[in-house]
Nanobody
């Protein structure tokens, strides 16, 4: 059984930064991607950023230029550096891992999820 553990969430003010971390443990198949998704109250879960084992990354339009994903999939670790945070970034952030095929843009292709970590940005 695979488990993902997130850390680094918290409460900050507009313009401040946070770094989220996620580690995977358990009986893992080789991961071909890890990523971050978020869900704000009353909204659908959305892609924030993902990184593939070969290095390519994707970012949601609302975070491009301010968030940076990095990680070492061989060590089952992924990070999300979030700069210049805005209140619209307030959400529960979920780490996700993918072992199969399929686009990074579809959350259905991620087969393991963490419990989530709350990020709150106040003005």
């Amino acid at each position: 059984q695979v488990q993902l553990a997130e850390s680094g969430g918290g409460s900050v003010r507009t313009g401040e930064s946070l770094t989220l971390s996620c580690s995977a443990s358990g009986r893992l198949s080789p991961l071909n991607a890890m990523g971050w998704h978020r869900q704000a109250p009353g909204k659908a879960r959305e892609v924030v950023a993902s990184i593939s084992s070969g290095g390519p990354t994707i970012y949601g339009d609302s975070v491009k230029g301010r968030f940076t994903i990095s990680g070492d999939l061989a060590k089952n670790m992924v990070y999300l550096q979030m700069n210049d945070l805005e209140p619209e970034a307030t959400a529960v952030y979920y780490c996700a891992a993918k072992t199969g095929d399929g686009t990074l843009w579809s959350k259905e292709n991620f087969n393991t999820w963490g419990q989530g970590t709350q990020v709150t940005v106040s003005s």
